[in-house]
């Protein structure tokens, strides 16, 4: 059985790489409505400001994709990181569970590594305009 197209792209040898539609303006320019995104997780990689992220928050179903702005390191090592859509006039402080001030890698479904523009428009137009299904 093969999967959906766009629910996994295969990348290197023997790893995974899930994909993401962006469903939102946030990110504009660097991606559009409909951009399919392609991550990676690699966990011992470091968070580093001015990457691209795909994050999930407690209390929210969907991912939310957004370029780490801060990054906020404890003595112990600890690495703690603030969020901020390219379009957007502040940070994401308002769309994380209540009481949480930061992420942590935890939170991260991935990194955008590559996109294909457009490609997942007939999707939201089809989620947007349930009569065309």
């Known amino acids: 059985m093969l999967p959906a197209p766009g629910a ?14 962006v469903c939102s303006g946030s990110m504009e320019p660097a991606f559009h409505r ?4 392609f991550l990676t997780n690699f966990h011992d990689d470091p968070i580093r ?7 999930k928050v407690e209390g929210r179903d ?19 990181f603030l969020t901020k859509g390219d379009n957007n006039e502040v940070d994401d402080r308002g769309l994380y569970k209540e009481g949480q001030n930061w992420l942590e890698k935890k939170d991260v479904v991935g990194r955008a590594r590559g996109f294909l523009p457009y490609v997942g428009m007939v999707t939201i137009i089809m989620n947007d305009y349930p009569k065309f299904k």
Request: aromatic share 4%; glycine share 10%; proline share 5%.
């Open 49 to 55: 400001a001015g990457e691209i992220v795909v994050f």
């Open 8 to 21: 996994v792209v295969c990348h290197g040898a023997h790893k995974l790489s899930p994909s993401f539609l």
């Open 62 to 80: 969907i991912p939310i994709v957004h370029r780490v702005i801060k990054i906020h390191e404890k003595e112990n090592g600890n690495i703690k």
């Open 34 to 37: 409909g951009d399919l995104l």
